[in-house]
Every structure is written in C-alpha cells, then in structure tokens.
C-alpha cells in the first residue's frame, strides 16, 4: 500500500487501557535508517510486515509510508539483517472521538515511555483529545521509532 501517512504522537499521561479494544505485541527492526528514508522489518501479532518511510515534512506531520504485509516466518528472517537496537511495544488500539488511537507502551531499552499516535486524513483536521493524553510530540525526531532504536528512551537523561 502506498500513501501519505498523516499523524500526530503524544506522551500518555494516565491509565488507558481500559478503554483499549485490542492489543498487539509487536517487535520492529530497521534495515536502514536515515532522515531521508527507513526501512523497518515488523512482526505484529502473527503478521510480518515491511514498511518504507520517506522524509518527514518540517512539521512533522507527514511522510510517504508504503507498506506491504509478508509472512511471519519471512519478516523473522529480516529481523537478522536488522541493525541493532530492535523496538518491543505493546500496542493498545484505543477509539475516540470518532478516530483511533495507536497507544505504544514501549518495553526494552525504551521501557518507561508510553506514546499515542493518531492518523488523519489532513494535517488541518481538528482532533478531540481525550484525558489520558499528555504533550505533543508530533515533529520531535527524538519521538521516532527508528530514533529510539539508535538511542533509546532509557539513556536520554545519561
């Protein structure tokens, strides 16, 4: 699937999961990673993916994502080729207000960092928060994935 992915990341503030309709294990490495494209192995649940990512606008909003669903077994073999520093997550599938919450409760060397995404459809699009939502992070390169595989989460305040 190509298309223009559109989101905005928040830290998580309070408890959510609650309110949470699914849950998936996924862990994630990156086969390259630069500002200008990442290439990411993901097995979520029983699924493989590969994603490539473009450059992200100044703001942070959006970037070109193309992703395509491969077997388990196939993504198991990429995850090898990786470089180092894999991402473990909990996701939490959390509806409000109309649109879907993505809430990532990292684990690893990222462990203490909870943050939520949310797609939509403009970058103009007003977005109801909900109360468990705290900062947002949208632009902040530091928030990225295929940053905090390279830098995680636990060794910022070092």
């Known amino acids: 699937m190509e298309y223009t992915e559109i989101e905005r990341k928040f830290l998580v503030k309070s408890e959510f999961r609650h309110l949470a309709t699914a849950e998936y294990k996924i862990c994630q490495g990156y086969l390259a990673s630069d500002p200008q494209r990442t290439v990411r192995v993901r097995i979520k649940g029983d699924k493989g993916y590969l994603t490539i990512k ?91 994935n295929s940053y905090l595989s390279q830098r995680p989460f636990s060794k910022w305040g070092k």
């Open 54 to 144: 473009g450059a992200s606008t100044d703001d942070g909003l959006s970037r070109f994502e193309w992703e395509k669903e491969i077997a388990v077994n196939e993504a198991e073999m990429l995850m090898k080729l990786c470089l180092p520093g894999a991402i473990e997550k909990t996701r939490y599938i959390v509806p409000f207000g109309g649109l879907t919450f993505e809430v990532d409760v990292f684990g690893g060397e990222n462990e203490g960092l909870t943050m939520a995404e949310v797609e939509i459809d403009r970058p103009d699009r007003p977005v109801q928060l909900p109360d468990w939502i705290g900062q947002e992070v949208t632009g902040d390169k530091r928030y990225y």
